[in-house]
């Protein structure tokens, strides 16, 4: 028989063990040291497993329970692991992904779309695998815990973090909503592994950029990925924007694209005035559209008519004209443009402006969307044909 001291006392090996105790019952030590009740069983001639909790949020006395409860079920010919046996249904949309896809379905039309598709992803690919068919009530830290430790096991340490605030904005909406008394991720503040701010890579030496240019034009991939590149060369809006354009949004008479409030990293409206050449690129792509009646304007080169490129499919063309990790991002055309303008002499304010970086004073950022604008277009036109020299290799002295 185990006892609790035996319990609390057993330390991870470089492989899992476990240590018995009666009824089928044991506690599963892995390396990771994240102790779990495991119970073994037998029905229909098959023998099964199950999780009876994390140790030691579940001690050895509420585990047994848990077996003797259990087996009382399994005596009467009741599989627990059944998603039909009544101790795991839960009322209707009150489980984890039930609440999940409630709380986005009532807040995600506030989201820009990229930010919506990102969290929706993560959910499905990180949580719902794991706790989303738990009723949220009996979802505690050490379940969220786990969880996310898979994901830390990857490598994936930021989309760990970022996964975790999303099942914190989701707890807080059960609490909201009267599911659960309190969110229970707020006791796993500093539990997950950090790492140093990494700012994204990007290209700034004028040379380099020529180079970059000349490499994208000569791009063998889709030709809407081209486009694409050649578009966020010029326009450098965010990633995120690009992908979800529409061709509603643009005044080609004006020669100006409004990406509206909801698209918008800090959700308002942003002007992008187009040059000549951004404008080409735009021609160019309409008249490939796959298909033409559809209102995005960078579709997917699967041909969905639901959703515009992925921010990997940018990324993987980069990687394929020899741009990998740490050289050049699909976000670095931002930092591209920053660096080339500052270098060119223009006013820091425009800059900002242009790149939709928000002015602190509220006074200031009233006027944010058309502020400067004027001053905006004409740095656009002149940032284009400044990027045309740097292609046709005469760098400006």
Not at 107 to 123: I, N, P
Not at 218 to 236: D, E, N, S, W
């Amino acid at each position: 028989m185990l006892t609790d001291i035996k319990a609390r006392a057993a330390k991870p090996a470089q492989k899992t063990y476990r240590l018995h105790d009666a009824g089928g019952m044991y506690l599963e030590v892995p390396p990771s040291g994240n102790k779990r009740w495991r119970l073994k069983y037998r029905i229909g001639g098959k023998e099964k497993r199950l999780s009876l909790g994390v140790y030691p949020a579940v001690g050895l006395k509420e585990a047994r329970e848990k077996r003797d409860e259990l087996r009382k079920l399994i005596a009467g010919g009741i599989d627990p692991a059944d998603k039909s046996c009544p101790q795991n249904v839960a009322p209707k949309g009150e489980t984890f992904a039930g609440v999940a896809r409630e709380w986005m379905d009532k807040k995600g039309g506030e989201w820009a779309t990229s930010y919506r598709e990102s969290v929706e992803q993560r959910l499905e690919a990180y949580m719902y695998p794991e706790i989303g068919d738990m009723p949220i009530a009996s979802v505690g830290p050490l379940d969220i815990l786990n969880a996310l430790r898979i994901v830390e096991g990857r490598g994936a340490v930021e989309a760990a973090r970022k996964t975790l605030g999303i099942c914190s904005r989701v707890m807080r909406y059960a609490v909201a909503s009267a599911r659960i008394p309190s969110d229970p991720c707020r006791d796993l503040a500093g539990a997950l592994t950090t790492r140093p701010v990494k700012h994204l890579a990007a290209i700034i030496d004028p040379v380099e950029v020529g180079g970059l240019l000349r490499a994208v034009d000569g791009y063998v991939g889709a030709h809407v990925v081209r486009c694409a590149l050649q578009f966020l060369a010029l326009t450098f809006v965010r990633p995120g924007e690009l992908r979800s354009a529409e061709w509603g949004e643009i005044d080609v008479e004006r020669a100006v694209w409004t990406i509206p409030a909801h698209k918008m990293k800090k959700r308002r409206e942003h002007i992008v005035p187009l040059s000549t050449q951004a404008l080409a690129v735009l021609r160019e792509v309409r008249a490939a559209a796959p298909r033409p009646d559809r209102s995005l304007v960078f579709q997917s080169v699967r041909l969905r008519s639901d959703r515009g490129l992925s921010e990997n499919t940018l990324l993987v063309a980069l990687r394929s004209l020899g741009y990998g990790k740490g050289i050049m991002t699909a976000h670095g055309f931002r930092a591209m443009a920053s660096s080339l303008l500052n270098g060119l002499g223009y006013d820091p304010d425009i800059i900002e402006r242009q790149l939709a970086h928000v002015e602190g004073n509220k006074v200031r950022a009233a006027y944010h969307r058309t502020e400067y604008l004027e001053e905006r277009t004409a740095m656009m036109q002149a940032y284009a044909d400044y990027l045309d020299s740097l292609r046709a290799a005469i760098p400006r002295r």
